[in-house]
């Protein structure tokens, strides 16, 4: 039977989603970040650590690790609060595959969900030629391996010093530093749009912003070079649109789209601030009757609740479809003037979630994607 600090470490540990429904929590106002200098010396090596199979090694910016490293460091906690967990690291030449490892604390791998956590090799597209893998310094939230929780998992830190330990399980890394950051909270729909309207964000009018989905710019290590859909497959139509036919030789994702965690992402430029729609044109008949999910997301963040799992329903052939809600009405994003990211991930349903394994996800074909002013 598990024992009663096992038990609360399991439910501290949950996504902030899960942890913020579970307990009124305060988040911390400030981050913490621990890099080389916070490294305990020691931590490979010595009696209480003497399952690590290999060390590690230092160097200016880092601290190399491989398969069997135990890094530990030291953190100076001032609030006892939730705290979002982030890797800031190199990808070092390996596999090609994700990073793998085990996050402990105070000795310990607190819940299940911290004893295998993957952060992405994130690949470059360049101009649709291929995927090319991205060279500089990465900050990775953590995750739960096959991404059975959506959001990014959390732990709990008592005021006081802690030793954090990263054990290196997969594919070798160059890491920077742990940040740990105050959580988050994803607010419904409703009050995310409320608050908008507050503060007096009004429609933006101009012009239709469309990027076609091989433009690209980055991709999860995990994936596959993006996938050409052909008009051979059976599930295709006998007679094609006009765009459908270019589809076939522009969109991504496709089968080779169905793991979690695996997205694209997209730039594109806002000349005028205010409400845009967004709209993807895109295929969904792979498993009929079966809807398939993905994150959402602008900036690095998850706008609201109801894009952490957005459901693309079956249907047969390409469609333009608005995000919307159930009745139909489609969302409204708040964008500022300049440049802004947009993420889609591949997540699990949202039927049975803790259930689901990373080869559940349906996959998904996307040829553009359209920011419309919704004041036209």
Known sequence: MPSRKASVW??????????????AAVYPKQEIRVG??????DCVGNERNADAAVGYSRC????????????EFCVPVAEEEFYDLALEYLPLA????????????D?????RELERVCYDRIRTLEGGCGLTEQDGWITGVTYDRERRIAEPLSVYLTEGTHTVAVLSRKEPMLLHQIIFSPGKQVREYRQV????DAVGIRDAGGKTITIEARQAVR??????????EEAAMSVMPVRLPARAKEAKCSAVGGSSWNRAGDWFEWEFDVEEAG???????????????????????????VPFQEMERYGFAYRWGWREEMLSDDAGTPYVFYLKEGRHTLRVEAVPGETDPGACRAETVQPLAIDRIRIVPAGR
């Open 60 to 71: 200016a910016d880092g601290i190399y690790t491989k398969e069997g490293s135990l890094v």
């Open 107 to 111: 000795g310990e791998v607190p819940c």
């Open 193 to 196: 749009k409320g608050f908008w």
């Open 275 to 301: 409400y845009y729609h967004i709209s993807l044109y895109d295929r969904q008949n792979y498993a009929r009757g079966i809807s398939a999910y993905r994150k959402i997301m602008l900036d690095d963040a």
């Open 94 to 105: 390996g596999s090609g595959a994700a990073i793998e490892c085990s996050i402990l604390i």
């Open 10 to 23: 399991r439910i501290l540990c949950r996504g902030i989603g899960s942890m913020q429904r579970l307990f």
């Open 219 to 228: 991709a999860s290590g995990q994936m596959e070079d993006p996938v050409q």
């Open 36 to 41: 080389v200098e916070d490294c305990v010396e």
